[in-house]
């Protein structure tokens, strides 16, 4: 039973380019979540999605950042023109709403971490 | 704005003593804290939770207490062994369902 599955592990880019993460989720889970983890600091949240649809993105930059979670395939989160600060270690989770626990227990992927050269 | 403080960076603590990791937070709405344990080059793992209406709750040699008055929770660990040297998290969880994290605090128990 694979637990949540992240790629690539590291990725390294040069300012500008494209980062794309991928996040498959725990089998029966349909929800995902990305959190961001600079140096040195604990994770923030970023984004909450369902199958298709966008729960919560109060976390996310407004702009270059974007995140989905089609109904086939892995979620995506994408970041177009990279920066230097975006450079941290991308954690999803995932969760099953409907799995008893009161309080959504979110299972996290081993996460990647983007360099920006 | 930091919601939840871990106060303490580091903390060290011989094999077989107690580790006491501590955790404020600012948000009186919280209904669930949850700790999690996390080693170098993996994601976070979940520990142990409570909930808003409790004042503790134990797993083990992990138990969790939460002074709601106080918006004080603290993580006890005993006997610490050296697999339990890890960066640990609070996160309260808020009404939506989002986790948020503390800073993290740097276990280490030495042999």
């Known amino acids: 039973n694979a637990g949540v599955m992240q790629n690539p592990r590291h990725l390294v880019r040069r300012r500008g380019q494209e980062a794309r993460l991928r996040c498959s989720p725990m089998?029966?889970?349909?929800?995902v979540y990305w959190y961001r983890q600079l140096p040195e600091e604990g994770l923030k949240f970023m984004v909450y999605?369902?199958?298709?649809?966008?729960?919560?993105e109060s976390g996310m930059p407004k702009e270059r950042f974007s995140a989905e979670f089609p109904k086939e395939g892995p979620s995506i989160l994408r970041i177009q023109q990279v920066v230097r600060g975006d450079s941290a270690a991308y954690f999803c989770?995932?969760?099953?709403?409907?799995?008893?626990?009161?309080?959504?227990?979110?299972?996290f992927g081993p996460g990647t971490r983007l360099t920006v050269l | 704005d930091q919601q939840v403080k871990q106060n303490s960076p580091s903390l060290s603590v011989q094999e077989g003593r107690i580790s006491i990791l501590n955790c404020d937070y600012t948000?009186?709405?919280?209904?669930?804290f949850l700790w999690y344990k996390k080693y170098p080059a993996e994601g976070p793992t979940f520990l142990i939770s409570i909930s808003s209406i409790k004042d503790k709750n134990e797993d083990g040699r992990f138990t969790v207490f939460l002074n709601k008055s106080a918006k004080h929770l603290s993580l006890h660990i005993v006997p610490s062994q050296p697999g339990d040297s890890a960066v640990y998290f609070c996160a309260p969880m808020d009404s939506s369902y989002k986790l948020i994290f503390g800073s993290g605090t740097r276990l280490l128990v030495r042999p």
């Open positions: 948000n009186s709405m919280f209904d669930y």
């Open positions: 989770a995932s969760s099953n709403p409907l799995s008893g626990t009161l309080y959504n227990e979110q299972f």
């Open positions: 089998k029966g889970h349909s929800h």
């Open positions: 999605l369902q199958k298709e649809n966008i729960i919560d």
